[in-house]
């Protein structure tokens, strides 16, 4: 099966600077990668997600890079505010063809933006 | 207003007792999953189903059982099987028609072991 690895398991960052989480996965017939951002007491939710046959992906201050070859992809969050503080999960799935994905996350980075 | 909701919120069970939790959709999702939560671990699939009266094992699902029987519910029983319950549980479903992958979760059920 799948296994994914996530690093750092916390990050400290200060207010304004940028944050990079990485992940590794083992199954090269992962196609699909989602990132989750859990706040405190709250439910997961999507923040960025990314297709093997896209190799960077942007959305504002989040951004995502895959490397087929070496079977990583990164988060990346730039000017950091401190409402960026939750933790973020990495997840690696292959699509199962009937449109249910079996996602294999990673433990968890715990971001914390110091203001 | 749509979403995922679960319940209870909270639960308490003594050792030995089976318990029940539960998790109603109302986005016409047909895909529905629970993963299980604990410290430092991710999250962990224990089972998930793509449509009504079929459901698979994920990678945790010893001492879990699930149903499907209408397409808005998909609640998990935890067994006096499961070794060590204690833990965080989570439904979510996606909309296996869009295609995007994304997963709706609820707020969660904080299940403790006395």
């Known amino acids: 099966g799948e296994n994914v690895e996530q690093h750092p398991s916390t990050l400290s960052v200060q207010e304004g600077d940028s944050a990079v989480i990485k992940c590794t996965y083992s199954?090269?017939?992962?196609?699909?990668f989602p990132w989750y951002k859990q706040e405190l007491g709250k439910r997961p939710q999507l923040i960025i997600d990314?297709?093997?046959?896209?190799g960077e992906k942007k959305d504002q201050r989040i951004a995502v890079t895959l490397n087929k070859t070496a079977k990583h992809f990164s988060l990346h969050i730039t000017e950091t505010q401190p409402e960026d503080s939750a933790v973020y999960f990495c997840?690696?799935?292959?699509?199962?063809?009937?449109?249910?994905?079996?996602?294999?996350f990673g433990k968890g980075t715990k971001l914390s933006v110091i203001p | 207003d749509g979403g995922i909701t679960q319940s209870p919120k909270y639960l308490f069970r003594k050792e030995g007792q089976n318990v029940t939790l539960s998790c109603e959709q109302n986005?016409?999702?047909?895909?529905m999953y629970w993963y299980r939560q604990d410290p430092g671990q991710g999250l962990r699939l224990i089972y998930y189903s793509q449509i009504v009266n079929d459901f698979q094992k994920g990678d945790i699902a010893e001492g879990y059982s699930v149903s499907r029987e209408k397409k808005e519910s998909f609640p998990l029983t935890v067994t006096s099987a499961q070794k060590n319950p204690t833990a965080f549980y989570l439904c979510?479903?996606?909309?296996?028609?869009?295609?995007?992958?994304?997963?709706?979760f609820g707020e969660g059920s904080r299940l403790t072991v006395l």
């Open positions: 986005l016409n999702h047909d895909a």
């Open positions: 990314i297709r093997s046959n896209v």
């Open positions: 997840a690696a799935s292959s699509n199962s063809g009937a449109g249910s994905y079996q996602l294999t």
């Open positions: 979510a479903s996606n909309n296996v028609g869009a295609n995007t992958g994304e997963l709706f």
């Open positions: 199954d090269s017939a992962s196609n699909y």
